[in-house]
């Protein structure tokens, strides 16, 4: 069999396993982003987890490919010839409806949703800002009291709930001062050294900070208080009715064969159930989420749409 270079943009892996063929003798996972982030702490989980449970034969690896809020590395997906998977996100849904790329979902062969996660607000350790409500009410009184940190981009899911909540507490979403960069390490650098005010990112990147009495955490995006974090209110505690997942999930490029797909699927059906995938949700916090190929399907058009009607406060 002639050796292919599977680029997982998460991404992942291939075995022999129930007596199928490998598709592939060598996997590299490419996270779209910076090392610590999101989609890298993903990608190097499910590359551990995938050798470790020994459902995949081949080395992995994992390359960082950066740039453009995931765009670089998904159009690099899209333009490859040999098999690919990719890391996915609601920023391949906004970055298309905002007009900042040309590539859509449908540009690409779902194979299954993995988790979610919440949204936090977070400030330096010794600011002045003590509550979300604080936060909100002062940004009433003036939208750009508040210089306010972003990565990767404009649009993605944890600028977008700082949005909404902001619009229920009766600010100009519109005049909010927001600084983007490309990394919530650099977000998190910029909030210490008072160059910005608040960020805005996920819990898992902001917890290590947290953990480092670095920052504090004023609000989270979940139904309820974590048990993991029994301090930390949500915003409906704050006053503002807004409850927010961000999820990831894996696809491939357009055209994939029936077999490819039908692999990969039962690849990670099998994953999500080992007890590591279970301890690295536990260890991020992340929440289950799990939908296979044709489940995923739906699940994009739902949330195009529902992104849609969202990015009408733009």
Known sequence: MSIFTLIVILCCGCSQDDGQEAITDTVTIIAPSSIGGGWDKTARAIRDILVNNNLVDEDIHVLNKIGAGGELGWKYTK?????????????????????????????????????????????????????????????????????????????????????????????????????????????????????????????????????????????ISSEKRLKELPEIPTWTEEGIDLVFKHWRGIMGPPNMSKREIEFWEMTFAKMVRTEEWKQTLKKYMWEDFYMNS????KFLDEENKKYEKLLEIY
Do not use: C
Not at 294 to 297: D, G, L, N, P, Q
């Open 79 to 219: 333009q490859q010839k040999d098999h690919v998977l990719a890391m996915n996100s609601s920023l391949l849904i906004t970055n298309h409806l905002l007009g900042q790329s040309k590539l859509t979902y449908k540009d690409f062969t779902p194979i299954a949703t993995l988790a979610t996660e919440w949204d936090v607000v977070i400030v330096s350790k010794d600011s002045e800002i003590k509550s979300a409500k604080n936060l909100m009410e002062k940004l009433k009184e003036s939208p750009q009291a508040y210089k306010i940190g972003v990565s990767p981009r404009l649009g993605n899911d944890d600028q977008i709930s700082f949005v909404l909540a902001s619009k229920q507490a009766k600010v100009e979403p519109e005049k909010l001062d927001f600084f983007v960069y490309e990394n919530s390490n650099q977000v998190v650098d910029a909030l210490l050294k008072k160059q910005i005010d608040v960020a805005t990112m996920t819990l898992s990147e902001a917890k290590k900070y947290y953990d480092l009495n670095q920052v504090q955490l004023l609000v």
């Open 294 to 297: 044709s489940e995923t399907s």
